[in-house]
């Protein structure tokens, strides 16, 4: 009677690996059929992180794991708030085992400090969400160097004026979020000063007065607006994952506007 086949070694982690990737939800499962698909799979259970009090069995599995395992495992990070389970001092120690990271979130300014920064500026940012204002450092500094998708919390006109005025000198910035609206000259401004900029996204609360959305501030395809929501998280763990997310909502109304499927004055996110 002949043996049953075998996969060799490389060829079985790497139809693991993409079942893991494809299908996080059953990690745990897969984790249990094997010592060596465990040994396999185990990073993938931690290459999205939303920390926040409910996941605090998570944070502190990973603050007990070495260096070079959240290192090489965590890649998406969203930091949203504090407790007295969840540390400012856990925040700190949870970025400084993964600077691997390359999407970040700073959900909130109990997590946005300017202890961080000679952290963040050790990682390869390509994706990140923060209140620049809260961080306690400008546009101009080197750890905004490599990012292409960039969220900004501040709210204030007074303040995001100012940093928007930066945003042409980011040679790598092709996608820009705010979560508060600018006057008329700040949004002609960015789009016209930032040729790479391929998506303007202006994102406002439920419930917001419309009155300022409602006649276009530019003709400019790149400029959308849309509303977020309760499951404004929910929709960054998705993108993490690979998922439709805001970004690829917008890009995907940009692409209708410039094949001619919608009106090119249309900037409206449904």
Known sequence: MSAQPVLPPELEREVFEATALMYCHIIPILMRVARRIHIWIEPFLYRVVRAEYRTQAIIDVLLNKSPTF??????????????????????????????????LALGNSFMADPILIPILAEMALLRLAVSVTD??????????????????????EEVLLPLCAEIPNLASLTHLCLFFDLPKHGVVSVLAESS???????????????????????????????????????????????????????????????????????????
């Open 196 to 270: 790479r900029l391929k998506l303007f996204l202006i994102l406002w609360p439920p419930g917001t007065e419309f009155n300022r959305t409602k006649t276009p501030h530019t003709e400019d395809i790149r400029f959308v607006v849309g509303i977020y929501g309760n499951g404004y998280w929910d929709q960054w763990v998705d993108g993490a994952h690979g998922l439709p997310d805001y970004w690829t909502r917008g890009d995907a109304l940009i692409a209708q506007k410039r094949n001619g499927e919608i009106e090119a004055a249309r900037y409206w996110l449904e």
């Open 135 to 156: 961080l306690g450092c400008d546009l101009s500094h080197p750890l905004f160097s490599s990012v292409t998708h960039l969220i900004l919390f501040d709210r204030e």
């Open 70 to 103: 959240c290192h090489l495992a965590v890649r998406h990070l969203a930091l949203l708030d504090g407790s007295q389970q969840f540390s400012r001092d856990d925040a700190v120690q949870l970025l400084a085992l993964c600077k691997g990271v390359t999407n």
